[in-house]
């Protein structure tokens, strides 16, 4: 059975898909990312520097790409990005991109 979460969100999430080296390194560690994707939802943009975080809420009026970071409680950090469509949001390690 297919389990649904409904999230408050300021903007479309699109389909939410993950890299497979983070899932696993998540999975490994017993770490769940959905808080980090709920709070990317609600635009609260993480660890990002005041530029970015301008440019974030900018994009939610012009449609551009959004990009929030976090950081994993092991110290990893992830970034969370929806694209400019708002068809799919990935999260992922820097090095993945």
Not at 23 to 29: A, D, G, L, Q, V
Not at 63 to 80: N, V
Request: aromatic residues 12%; hydrophobic residues 35%.
């Amino acid at each position: 059975m297919e389990e649904r979460v409904f999230i408050e969100s300021k903007f479309r999430l699109g389909e939410i898909v993950s890299t497979t080296h983070l899932f696993e390194h998540c999975e490994k560690n017993n770490f769940a990312l959905l808080p980090y994707l709920v709070r990317h939802a609600q635009g609260d943009w993480g660890d990002v520097c005041q530029e970015d975080k301008k440019a974030n809420d900018q994009a939610l009026k012009t449609g551009e790409r959004l990009l929030s970071a976090y950081t994993l409680p092991d110290g990893e950090k992830i970034w969370i990005i929806t694209e400019w469509d708002r068809s799919v949001t990935t999260i992922l390690f820097p090095e993945d991109y």
